[in-house]
């Protein structure tokens, strides 16, 4: 079974300073990588996903990822952040021929001024 | 596209009470899944349906939970009796199974007294 960690509970980070926020996945079989963000009392809102080719993603909102396969990991990043960007993100998989897609246990994005 | 729509947004009701909440997917997705989000379990995925039919209900807590889709516009998640430990965000999502993007609904917030 697949499963997904998400080291960092918390990221407290300055307006317009570079953040990462961590992913790490354990499966099996060939996978296909979201991030998620959950604005306060809101669904969540699809960044971005990696399906295949290019290891690099480009999402929304100015965020990419890099999926990793030797290191299983899919860490989310942006080069500067807004004070908007101050939200949940889950990171998920998802086996690939199946559709129960497995969360993390989110961190939570603080960006102060 | 009005995206995934949850009814009530709110619900508190008092313990032993029966709680149904409900969700209309996107037009056109084939997929819906019910979710539940609580501070100590985070995302859990309760069931899913594939073309109307419930194809995984294995993270259906008890007896008490119990969740139809009559038709592709319509499902419903039903808890009876409702218990203080049911209080959770609980959230619908849909998708084309040949995407695997998952669109989520804003979420019903339940409180069980």
């Known amino acids: 079974a697949q499963s997904v960690t998400q080291l960092d509970s918390q990221v407290p980070v300055f307006e317009e300073a570079p953040v990462e926020l961590r992913c790490n996945y354990s499966?099996?079989?060939?996978?296909?990588l979201f991030w998620y963000v959950q604005y306060p009392n809101q669904g969540l809102q699809l960044l971005l996903k990696y399906l295949s080719g290019s290891t690099l993603v480009k999402g929304i909102n100015g965020f990419e990822a890099e999926f990793n396969k030797s290191q299983t990991s899919f860490h989310l990043r942006k080069p500067s952040v807004h004070i908007s960007d101050t939200a949940e993100y889950f990171c998920?998989?998802?086996?690939?021929?199946?559709?129960?897609?497995?969360f993390g246990t989110g961190t939570r994005l603080l960006v102060s001024p | 596209d009005a995206g995934v729509i949850q009814s009530p947004r709110h619900e508190v009701t008092e313990m032993g009470q029966e709680v149904t909440l409900r969700c209309k997917p996107i037009s056109g997705h084939n997929s819906l899944f019910w979710y539940r989000q609580t501070m100590m379990r985070g995302l859990e995925l309760l069931i899913y349906f594939n073309n109307n039919v419930p194809i995984d209900d294995s993270g259906m807590p008890e007896d008490r939970f119990s969740a139809k889709m009559p038709n592709a516009s319509f499902s419903t998640l039903k808890i009876q009796p409702s218990e203080p430990r049911d209080s959770a965000v609980y959230f619908c999502?849909?998708?084309?199974?040949?995407?695997?993007?998952?669109?989520f609904g804003p979420g019903t917030r339940l409180t069980v007294l």
């Open positions: 998920a998989v998802l086996n690939t021929g199946f559709q129960k897609l497995v």
């Open positions: 499966s099996s079989v060939s996978v296909y």
């Open positions: 999502a849909s998708s084309l199974y040949e995407i695997n993007e998952q669109f």
